[in-house]
């Protein structure tokens, strides 16, 4: 790397850690400079900038890292570092409020993306009201003695009726057996079990297959 680039690099991290003022490895910062500058470029700097004192080295072991020369920060009393606190509790409460805030605003504007529009809400109620005038229409042809079910569609009804009552008996003792021999092996109640697994049976419901 030439002196040019050399000088860019140190003054990069120099900048850099004097606006941060906190402790980084050599690697954090070729890191938290976008690399930037290469990475065996910066390991030299840092040491380059240590030994001339611009900078301050740590070792911890085997981890070197580095930090911003304090002695050219002015000192700070107590009270400006009880200040410095309350401020971050302050900021750090306000902080909460807004993500907090967020959240809600976050909930209310999903639930407003999924909510339907005006204008398919109006066709729907166009549907619905039209779909209701035709019931009542048939309501009051049956009740003035019109047009009833005639016998085969009765007949056609009460097969499908016998069809799927039918169904419903199989599925019911199917879910039993296979139930049944999941409770051989589980340590709690049937009705545990149920719970955990979001089991809602006919009995629940007060309901019952009827007779065909």
């Known amino acids: 790397m030439s002196k040019s680039k050399d000088a860019n690099a140190a003054k990069a991290v120099v900048e850099y850690l004097n606006r ?6 050599a690697i954090d910062i070729f890191n938290n400079l976008h690399k930037e500058y ?24 085997k981890q070197k890292v580095y930090v911003a020369d304090q002695g050219q920060f002015p000192d700070v009393d107590d009270g400006e570092i009880r200040d410095m606190d309350a401020r971050i509790s302050k900021l750090s409460a306000q902080c909460k ?49 019109g047009k009833t079910v005639s016998p085969e569609e009765k007949d056609r009804i009460y097969e499908a009726r016998k069809k799927y009552v039918k169904e419903w008996r199989k599925r019911k ?25 979001g089991i809602e049976t006919d009995e629940d419901y007060q309901l019952s297959p009827p007779d065909i």
């Open 173 to 197: 003792r199917i879910s039993n057996d296979i139930l049944g021999a999941i409770l051989e092996g589980y340590p709690k109640t049937k009705k545990q079990l149920y719970e955990e697994i």
């Open 20 to 25: 941060q003022n906190r402790p980084y490895s």
């Open 97 to 145: 409020e807004k993500d907090e805030e967020v959240r809600r605003l976050d909930a209310e504007f999903k639930g407003l993306n999924s909510s339907i529009s005006t204008e398919d809400a109006m066709l729907q109620l166009k549907q619905l009201t039209e779909e209701c005038e035709a019931c009542n229409r048939k309501l009051n042809t049956l009740k003035d003695g």
């Open 38 to 61: 290469g990475k065996t470029a910066i390991v030299k700097v840092c040491e380059s900038l240590s030994q001339s004192g611009q900078i301050k080295e740590k070792v911890y072991g």
